[in-house]
């Protein structure tokens, strides 16, 4: 059984070897004959301040008591040698939870820093400038590991949060995460072959317009399911559908528009929706590379947070 979440009185000798000091510990990991100890304290007030600090009391614990409320500063720890450590009680699994989480938050903190954060300054004219890429600090990675601590591995606390708030971002009713892009792309094309929309449903051997350059998932789901992808040009300027093509590649077989936004640029929205309702058609609306960018909302958007997705400040 591990010791961790153990409230120890801890003996130091001091450098000097002239004698020894008790301080009280709690016991935050353990290897072999050492235990890792987090430092308590009485100062309370002294420590507050510091986010990685918690305050304890007899409330708090499952066996043993406190003389006074307490302070765990978690980020204040050191290993010696079990021999060293007297028991004196033991925080609740809950507690001892949250102090292990803020430990793990302080070395991640760490790691970012050491490993991760780019402390390159921008020079106009000489930095690259990439394309797309991942744009992250020290709590997307504490996130990270915090959801990893759960090990939930389907869909946990984190998916819900972000699908609320994703979307009140949005300002639509509902969001879905799925693992992709190309999932929310499948996901979108394949809502919409439910019988329930009966003669809107789109049925195999139906045509969906979409553009000859395009993102290969954009298309992918259309001919997974059996209907037609019918390809209009881009514009060569933006990179978008040439949205004087779209009455040509009409016919009485066409249910729906797919379309992505090109690089961050939407392609002519207004255009492209008023097609769609005058000839009665669904427009699904890749979005993996335009979160950000505004127009009017379409009534099915696919978003990506792939490295290689854009996302408009
Ligand atoms: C336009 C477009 N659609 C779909 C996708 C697929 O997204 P994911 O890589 O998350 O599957 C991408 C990804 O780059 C994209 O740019």
Same mark, same amino acid.
């Given at each position: 059984?591990?010791?961790?979440?153990? $409230?120890?009185?801890?003996?130091?000798?001091?450098?000097?070897?002239?004698?020894?000091?008790?301080?009280?510990?709690?016991?935050?990991?353990?290897? &072999?004959?050492? +235990?890792?100890?987090?430092?308590?304290?009485?100062?309370?007030?002294?420590?507050?301040? !510091?986010?990685?600090?918690? @305050?304890?009391?007899?409330?708090?614990?499952?066996?043993?008591?406190?003389?006074?409320?307490?302070?765990?500063?978690?980020?204040?720890?050191? =290993?010696?040698?079990?021999?060293?450590?007297?028991?004196?009680?033991? &925080?609740?699994?809950?507690?001892?939870?949250?102090?292990?989480?803020?430990? !793990?938050? +302080?070395?991640?903190?760490?790691?970012?820093?050491?490993?991760?954060?780019?402390?390159?300054?921008? *020079?106009?004219?000489?930095?690259?400038?990439? +394309?797309?890429?991942?744009?992250?600090?020290?709590?997307?990675? @504490?996130?990270?590991?915090?959801?990893?601590?759960?090990? =939930?591995?389907?869909?946990?606390?984190?998916?819900?949060?972000?699908?609320?708030?994703?979307?009140?971002?949005?300002? /639509?009713?509902?969001?879905?995460?799925?693992?992709?892009?190309?999932?929310?792309?499948? $996901?979108?094309?394949?809502?919409?072959?439910?019988?329930? $929309?009966?003669?809107?449903?789109?049925?195999?051997?139906? !045509?969906?317009?979409?553009?000859?350059?395009?993102?290969?998932?954009?298309?992918?789901? @259309?001919?997974?399911?059996?209907?037609?992808?019918?390809?209009?040009?881009?514009?060569?300027?933006?990179?978008? /559908?040439?949205?004087?093509?779209?009455?040509?590649?009409?016919?009485?077989?066409?249910?729906?528009?797919? $379309?992505?936004?090109?690089?961050?640029?939407?392609?002519?929205?207004?255009?492209?929706?008023?097609?769609?309702?005058?000839?009665?058609? =669904?427009? *699904?609306?890749?979005?993996?590379?335009?979160?950000?960018?505004?127009?009017?909302?379409?009534?099915?958007?696919?978003?990506?947070?792939?490295?290689?997705?854009? @996302?408009?400040?």
């Amino acid at each position: 059984m591990s010791d961790v979440g153990t $409230l120890a009185l801890v003996r130091f000798e001091y450098t000097d070897k002239s004698g020894w000091k008790v301080r009280p510990g709690l016991i935050t990991g353990e290897y &072999l004959n050492d +235990y890792q100890v987090t430092f308590i304290t009485k100062e309370v007030n002294k420590y507050s301040h !510091e986010d990685t600090s918690v @305050i304890i009391d007899n409330d708090d614990l499952s066996a043993g008591r406190l003389k006074k409320k307490s302070i765990v500063r978690t980020h204040k720890t050191f =290993w010696i040698e079990k021999a060293q450590c007297k028991r004196i009680g033991t &925080l609740k699994t809950e507690v001892t939870d949250k102090i292990l989480r803020l430990n !793990e938050e +302080y070395f991640v903190r760490n790691y970012y820093n050491f490993a991760h954060k780019q402390n390159q300054p921008f *020079i106009p004219g000489k930095s690259r400038v990439p +394309y797309a890429g991942r744009v992250y600090d020290e709590k997307e990675m @504490i996130n990270l590991v915090d959801s990893a601590l759960d090990f =939930w591995l389907t869909t946990g606390k984190y998916a819900e949060r972000f699908e609320r708030d994703f979307a009140d971002f949005l300002g /639509v009713k509902y969001s879905f995460l799925v693992n992709s892009g190309s999932s929310a792309n499948l $996901l979108a094309f394949m809502s919409l072959t439910s019988p329930l $929309l009966e003669d809107r449903r789109i049925k195999r051997g139906d !045509e969906v317009i979409t553009v000859a350059a395009g993102f290969p998932t954009t298309v992918a789901p @259309i001919i997974q399911y059996g209907a037609v992808p019918v390809f209009v040009d881009v514009d060569l300027e933006t990179a978008n /559908v040439d949205v004087t093509l779209l009455e040509h590649a009409l016919s009485n077989k066409t249910k729906a528009v797919m $379309l992505a936004h090109t690089l961050g640029n939407p392609f002519d929205i207004e255009a492209v929706s008023q097609f769609c309702q005058k000839h009665n058609l =669904w427009l *699904i609306e890749d979005n993996c590379d335009a979160l950000g960018s505004t127009y009017t909302p379409s009534q099915l958007s696919a978003f990506s947070f792939e490295p290689s997705a854009y @996302i408009r400040e």
